[in-house]
Structure formats: C-alpha cells, structure tokens
C-alpha cells in the first residue's frame, strides 16, 4: 500500500463510521492507498473526525491504537457493504455491537480563555471508549431506515467507498465529485477522443 502522502484525509461521507471507512482509499485498485499510515495520521482523523475536541492530549495513541483502528475500519467496510447489497452479516455485526458497548468518552462543557464554552472530555480518551464512538455511529445508522436508505455506493472504477446521499433528489454518484467524479469525466473524455476518426 502506498503512503497517504498526496490525498488529505475525509470528513465528507456524512457519518463518523463512514469517514474511518475511507481512510483506506481505492480498495479496488492495485494500489490501494493508507491514508492511516502511522499514529500521527491517527491523531489527526481523530480531530478532524470531532471525536476528540482540538487540543486534547493524545500522548496515547500509538501503533496499538493505529491497527486496533485499521481492524475496526475494516469491520466496518465488511458491514456496511453487506448491508447495502441486502445480506446478513452474522458475527461481524456482533463485532461491532460489542465495540459499542464500551462507554465513549464522556463530554464536558467548559470555559475557553475568551470565557466561550467549548466541548472537552472528562478523561484522557481510550482507544476502547472511541471505537465504541464510532461503533455506536455505525449501529444508529444501520438501525435508522431513513439513513440506511440514503446510503450509496460510490460509482468510481477502483472507489469501494460507501456515503449518504443527502442530495436533491437523492441523485449523488460519486463519494466526491472532485476525485472519483473528476476521474469519470477524464475518462469518458479520454474514451471519447480515442473512439473518434483520425483525419
């Protein structure tokens, strides 16, 4: 797999356990890419994701976090893509429902240096507290009719990535128009250009 180092990490699938899905990007390719590719990312998807308010403390989180992470998203991908195709998922579902037992951390509201109110935790995160975060993300959106019927499959060639369609009309293709539609449009112009008679 090849380091993350050109592709930024996302918060644009529209669930916190969808966003740890597409940390692994273009499952379907040759080269898929580790967007999670050492605890410094971690900590980095970690705020981005809002699990953790900007700031706090992660002198924790090491390679032990980083694959028990990694084997959490790929519980997740294997789930999620048995549910969207209508299958059971028999004990990884019960992986997940375990993991979401655990307690997540507990929040605080507490006064900024300009007297704001801001979100903190009560403790230090475990790593235990915030895959049950995510896990317990993934059993809401799983267990909502609504929210399961907006989930979509990205129509990118090499994409396996998953997302809710939140769109007018329910009509969203892509993950990201920017990257797996972007790639769609180049190669059907690519297509195009070739299929046409040279003079």
Not at 67 to 72: D, H, P
Not at 96 to 118: E, F, H, I, K, M
Request: with cysteine; net charge positive; charged share 30%.
């Amino acid at each position: 797999m090849t380091a993350a180092a050109s592709h930024a990490l996302r918060f644009d699938t529209g669930r916190i356990c969808l966003d740890l899905v597409a940390t692994l990007g273009g499952r379907l390719s040759e080269e898929p890419v580790e967007h999670l590719d050492g605890p410094e990312r971690l900590k980095d998807w970690l705020f981005g994701a809002g699990l953790v308010p900007h700031g706090t403390p992660l002198d924790a989180v090491d390679g032990g976090w980083l694959a028990r992470f990694r084997a959490t998203r790929d519980l997740l991908h294997r789930v999620v893509h048995t549910e969207v195709d209508g299958q059971a998922t028999g004990a990884d579902l019960e992986r997940v429902n375990a993991l979401a037992a655990t307690a997540p951390p507990a929040p605080r509201a507490v006064r900024d240096a300009d007297g704001a109110l801001v979100r903190s935790l009560a403790a230090a995160p475990d790593c235990g507290a915030l895959l049950a975060q995510v896990a317990r993300d993934a059993v809401e959106l799983l267990t909502d009719p609504a929210a399961r019927g907006r989930l979509r499959r990205c129509e990118g060639e090499t994409c396996s990535l998953v997302y809710l369609d939140t769109s007018r009309g329910r009509r969203r293709r892509w993950c990201s128009s920017e990257v797996c539609g972007n790639r769609e449009r180049v190669a059907r112009h690519r297509r195009r250009a070739s299929a046409e008679p040279r003079a």
